[in-house]
């Protein structure tokens, strides 16, 4: 009981970058800050980007950092016949991200990460976003969250 009272105390921030690998690495360096000041973050990529990275860095990659978690949303593309692809139809995916394809998937999850009768995460309490992935304005106002919204690609940290 103790644990989860813990982890009701942290806030829940949700991080989802644009699936494109530069958009990642920069959405990265904002959640780990965030999560070294006592945050709590669940980092939201596509399957598609999910399986690469690791894949890249291997499938335990992911494992034993506390309070930082990584999930994955369907990217409404057809998975590739070819699961050592590492491209996809940027102009779908794009299309996809425009249309809200996205939303969907990305409610359930939220949905999933505010279950109850999960012990383990505290309620979200904000997303932070990529400013191409609009649809997570649209989910933010639906569960009355608050939202912060940029363009990754020209964020930047420097530190001593």
Known sequence: MESKAK??????????????????????QPAKLLHHK???????????NHRCFLKSRGHHSLDGLPNFRFEAIPDGLSASSDES???QDMYSLCENIINNVLLQPF?????????????VNPAVSCIISDGFM?????????????????????????GT
């Open 38 to 48: 006592g945050f709590h973050i669940t980092f939201v990529n596509t399957e598609f």
């Open 134 to 158: 609009a649809f997570t304005i649209t989910a933010a106002q639906r569960l009355e969250l608050p939202i912060a919204s940029f363009f990754t690609i020209r964020l930047q940290f420097q």
């Open 107 to 119: 409610l359930d999850l939220l949905a999933k990460l505010n279950d109850s009768s999960n012990n």
């Open 85 to 87: 692809s590492t491209t």
């Open 7 to 28: 982890a009701c105390s942290k806030v829940h921030a949700v991080c989802i970058p644009s699936p494109l690998k530069s958009h990642i690495k920069a959405m990265l």
